[in-house]
């Protein structure tokens, strides 16, 4: 079992940026392949980023790529999404999520969920 928790949400301006944690407490964190999602009010739930177990491998959703970036510290038992040049369309709840795979794979089901960070972004 796998507990995660989201923190580093809040109120941006637009070309701002921030960074949210997503700790890992009790399990094999290292055992994990990480990503984070986002949803917005009235929308569906969007891949935002992937990382492997080592953090070597990496994958982003189209409408951030260049502009995120996720890092992992498996020593800290942390994933990061580094968040920049914000717009106010990536205003959502931001969900990290956990797999077993060696690889994240945005299509399959992960197996544990953060509880989400609230992102706002004012034009």
């Known amino acids: 079992q796998v507990q995660l928790v989201d923190s580093g949400g809040g109120l941006v301006q637009a070309g701002g940026s921030l960074r949210l944690s997503c700790a890992a407490s009790?399990?094999?964190?290292?055992?994990?392949?990480m990503g984070w999602f986002r949803q917005a009010p009235g929308k569906e739930r969007e891949f935002v980023a992937g990382?492997?177990?080592?953090?070597?491998?990496?994958s982003y959703g189209h409408s951030v790529k260049g502009r995120f970036t996720i890092s992992r510290d498996n020593a800290k038992n942390t994933v990061y999404l580094q968040m920049s040049s914000l717009k106010p369309e990536d205003t959502a709840v931001y969900y990290c999520?956990?797999?077993?795979?060696?690889?994240?794979?945005?299509?399959?089901?992960?197996?544990?969920w953060g509880q989400g960070t609230q992102v706002t972004v004012s034009s």
């Open positions: 009790a399990g094999r964190f290292s055992n994990y392949a």
């Open positions: 999520a956990a797999q077993s795979g060696m690889r994240f794979i945005p299509s399959t089901p992960a197996e544990y």
């Open positions: 990382i492997s177990r080592s953090g070597a491998i990496t």
